[in-house]
């Protein structure tokens, strides 16, 4: 049986003449307009989220000021080896 030979692959070649892309095809203009869009899109979600965040923090502050003053809540979760503070 005779050895296959084996073929060297081909080197590619990068073509200068790449398709156009999008962004290419647009106005300089258009295409500012759509990244401030996107900016301030993106700031206002940024903004929505850290404000979600204060309130779900307020909202976990104003609870444990609550439970703070149940007495039975602190009775229920508070340590129960009495022994080793005598």
Known sequence: ??????????????????PATLKDMLDPQVLAKLKATTDSLKANEADRLEK??????????????LRDNDFEYLLEHSEMDWKKYK
């Open 1 to 18: 049986m005779a050895k296959k030979k084996r073929t060297s692959p081909l080197p590619r070649t990068e073509s200068t003449d790449k």
């Open 52 to 65: 979600e965040r204060q309130e779900r923090e307020a909202a976990r502050k104003a609870e444990q000021k």
